[in-house]
């Protein structure tokens, strides 16, 4: 698809330009300037013609933001690969020194620009858009990103100009596997989607709660397939201070929510802690995937295989009873056991997506439960009949028998564990269900 690169300085509204196009609050929002960090991909639909919107930080030159000069990187990016530029301006405050020196960049550039003036919401504020034709850059479009004014018009210009050459040709729409990456701040989520890519996809620095957003990338390589989402890291609720942090946590729990398998980073020098069983929780309450990597494996000092073997028997026993997680030990930075991770996840998602013949779960499962019936409940005995596999997202089986009421915790979990020995679900939680026959 044509993509649309949305730039301009901090706090002239791209982000809420940007959840305005996509149609739905997928960007955070605030009034504090500088919420944006990394490049954020949506698709917008506008008459019949759908293309690639990219939401970017703001443009900055000397300014007191730590994160400036990444964030620049990211602007330069989103605009050599877009095939429009939607250049964002703001009404009230005219045009400034950063809006010269992004409009000085973009008249270089050999690709359609589009200039918007925003936050003109009233009649009178109409007449300050005319100054911005000392920019350079064709006519300006009036619009008010907060409540839609003037936007079926651009749109309207954006299509416009955008290549015609670019077709879409429908297709069977193919199930792609959503995997996000989840874990406490600093732990090397961003590091770890970089080192998958082979690019500096998503801002990587020492500071904790350097990713903001949830950041969707399509992966395709090495025969895999998925969208890599990194999340914002998740501390513990107490300590969530700031509405910004509030709502990266909401929106990294509705990754988890969205998710087929989760990456679930631990920092090899904390091993595993509360918060990282709290996360561990989140993903198993929700019925997902999940694989255990350990990064930071190079800061380990004496680490053998002993170290790993005893490392990995830790993890499972606090996981404990949901513990068949496959656990892998990475250094990211170092670029060490990167395709075990990749590896992994999709094992665990085949398991994930595994439908099982209904014969074949009768002829495997029966003889078990014969061998080893329910115990019966005041003098009444259950016998189980059949079984068979729900058509549900994660693996969830039926048990059919005479009295579902007097099967009890204990046996679902026996069940659950046949289940997995006769059938490999590593990494995926199973739900046993008793129905009456």
């Known amino acids: 698809m044509n993509l649309v ?40 639909e506008w008459c019949g013609n759908e293309f690639s919107v990219v939401d970017t930080g703001g443009f900055t030159v000397n300014s007191d933001d730590v994160f400036e000069e990444a964030i620049r990187r990211q602007v330069m990016i989103a605009i050599e690969e877009s095939d429009l530029i939607l250049f964002l301006v703001e009404v009230g405050t005219g045009i400034t020194d950063f809006d010269q020196e992004i409009a000085s960049i973009l008249r270089r550039t050999d690709k359609p620009v589009v200039l918007a003036v925003n936050k003109v919401d009233t009649g009178e504020k109409m007449y300050g858009t005319y100054d911005f034709y000392r920019l350079g850059l064709g006519d300006p479009w009036s619009i008010a990103a907060a409540t839609g004014s003037g936007t079926g018009d651009l749109l309207d210009e954006i299509v416009r100009l955008l290549p015609k050459d670019t077709a879409i040709v429908d297709e069977e729409e ?66 969530v201070k700031e509405d910004l942090e509030f709502y990266s946590v909401m929106r990294s729990i509705r990754a988890i929510e969205n998710s087929d398998v989760c990456i679930l980073m631990v920092d090899a020098q904390s091993g595993l802690e509360a918060q990282d069983m709290a996360i561990f929780n989140i993903i198993n309450r929700n019925k997902k995937g999940c694989v255990v990597v350990v990064n930071k494996w190079d800061t380990v000092e004496g680490k053998t295989a002993n170290t790993m073997k005893e490392f990995t028997e830790g993890i499972k026993h606090r996981l404990a009873p949901n513990d068949d997680v496959p656990v892998i030990f990475t250094s990211v930075i170092n670029k060490q ?86 059938f490999d679900f590593t990494g995926c939680p199973i739900q046993v269900f008793i129905r009456q026959k």
Request: glycine share 6%.
């Open 174 to 239: 193919k199930k792609i596997p959503n995997i996000a990456i989840v874990g406490k701040p600093n732990v090397g989520k961003s590091s770890l989607t970089n080192a998958l890519l082979g690019e500096e996809r998503n801002i990587v620095t020492p500071v904790a709660g350097t990713t903001r957003d949830s950041i969707s990338t399509y992966y395709n390589k090495y025969g895999h397939e998925f969208n890599l989402i990194d999340t914002a890291g998740l501390r513990r609720k107490n300590r």
């Open 337 to 422: 056991r990167i395709m075990d991770v990749l590896n992994a996840t999709a094992m665990v998602y085949e398991n994930y997506s595994k439908k099982i013949l209904t014969s074949r779960l009768n002829e495997a499962m029966l003889p078990e439960i014969e061998n080893y019936p329910p115990p019966a409940w005041k003098g009444k005995f259950v016998k189980i009949k059949y079984i068979i596999q729900l058509p549900t997202p994660c693996p969830s089986f039926a048990f059919f028998c005479n009295l579902p009421q007097y099967v009890r915790e204990p046996y679902k979990r026996f069940l659950e564990n046949k289940l997995r020995e006769h």
């Open 5 to 44: 690169a949305i730039v301009g300085r901090p706090n002239v509204g791209k982000s809420t330009l940007f959840n305005r196009l996509v149609g739905m609050r997928q960007a955070i929002v605030d009034e504090t300037a500088g919420v944006t960090r990394d490049r954020h991909y949506g698709t917008c």
